[in-house]
DNA sequence: CCCAAATTGGTACCAAAGTATGAGGGGATG
DNA sequence: CATCCCCTCATACTTTGGTACCAATTTGGG
């Protein structure tokens, strides 16, 4: 409805200004370019009008959200009373180097190799040896089963924090 | 870049146009038309292109302000053997579908997406669809964290096996 | 000193993970 | 019936992960 009106109502003005100053052929190309523009911006204008109720709601509901008392709602957790034990004997078994359980203690936090990389000061490449080293010295596959077999093993240093 | 191309394109139309019909006055209010059309279009289109991402973004961010409090407030899981709570509440803030859920609950066991195909009967492209899903909602970027997180809010199902 | 192991990194290559996008079906809901 | 959401699957692509092999350097012990 709107859209509409504003379009006549512009092609109206085009017409007008016609008749004022009795456009020259060669000016086309400028009015065109711009109606372009202009209609251009209406659009997106449109468009983020239509699309802000949207992302609106959305933050609304989140922030709702936000509001539940989190914490009252998880159940009480029996607290790890143990601290995480450092299974020595394990790791001795495994005959993991000083850097490759420096890597493993990165690795369990479920940090990127490239983040491992920054994290040691460390090529990109270098990482990738000692994980794949270490894969192999734990007998897995994957960065995800070396983490799971690190923890039932529990060769994670106590200082790691677990989420 | 292709905004600019497509309007230098468009007015080169129509000067070829203009050439060959040798368009009548009366006619130029329907090129306006057109191209008022035309572009709005256009706009609206790239707006929603870009609010796209942004939606994404805003989402994002309230995300990580509902989520950063449960990640501190909730005692750390020190180990393994404590049996795994269910947080409904956290589970339903996410909203995850069914599909979602179960496809996660295979992703927390270290399963790697060829597994999970396997285990529900599904290939691999609608593994990744649910898994990337899964990353969107839970706001990280790997399986990895994905699995952290999913210990963190305490989603997953009782009857799974933590190492 | 020399050897062995450890550390660091590089190249090359393949596999897996992740993203973007779209098609098509099905079920619920207005 | 139209519309929206979910589920499924696919293609195409980029990014990580992982393996294999090699090489330079360091380090500690015999």
């Known amino acids: 409805m709107l859209y509409g009106l504003m379009l006549a109502a512009f092609v109206f003005l085009l017409k007008w200004l016609q008749w004022k100053y009795l456009i020259a052929d060669h000016s086309v190309e400028f009015y065109v370019g711009a109606v372009a523009l202009l209609f251009t911006l209406l659009g997106i204008w449109g468009a983020s009008k239509l699309m802000r109720t949207q992302t609106r709601e959305i933050v609304k509901e989140v922030v709702i959200v936000k509001e539940v008392p989190v914490v009252k709602e998880v ?4 607290d790890g009373e143990s601290a995480p034990v450092f299974d020595k004997a394990a790791w001795e078994k495994l005959g993991l ?28 490449s270098t990482v990738k040896t ?23 093993l529990r060769i994670i240093e106590p200082g790691a924090a677990i989420p």
Chains 1, 2 share one sequence.
Do not use: M
């Open 130 to 152: 000692h994980v794949s080293n270490l894969l192999f010295k734990l007998n897995v596959n994957s960065r995800v089963k070396a983490i799971e077999k690190a923890r039932a």
């Open 75 to 78: 159940p009480p957790l029996r």
């Open 97 to 124: 180097t000083a850097r490759e359980n420096e890597v493993l203690q990165q690795l369990v936090k479920g940090l990127s190799n490239a983040e491992i990389a920054a994290n040691l000061f460390l090529s990109i």
